[in-house]
């Protein structure tokens, strides 16, 4: 069982139809995406002049039967003083 995880970069790259990342993308099982990464894609797609495009393209990614989305988990308690 093949697992990856995307950043940003190569997420671009797969949109801009790079074959070496289509291929590992395609022969995954699992593709995992950091929410991290996609407020960054967010970011990017609110200074172009694509951003509808850009959307849906992601979520068509994300909506995607073979893609987890990973949320940071913040363990405050062991941060914060007493």
């Not at 509808?52 to 909506?63: A, D, G, Q, V, Y």
Request: proline share 2%; charged share 25%; aromatic share 8%.
């Amino acid at each position: 069982m093949k697992k990856i995880i995307l950043d940003t970069n190569t997420y671009s790259k797969y949109i801009l139809g790079d074959a070496a990342v289509f291929e590992q993308i395609i022969e995954s099982d699992t593709i995992y995406l950091s929410s991290i990464v996609i407020g960054e894609l967010i970011a990017g797609f609110l200074r172009g002049t694509m951003i509808n495009k850009n959307r849906e393209n992601l979520n068509m990614f994300i909506s995607k039967s073979t893609v987890q989305v990973l949320a940071p988990e913040l363990r405050l308690r062991k941060y914060m003083p007493k």
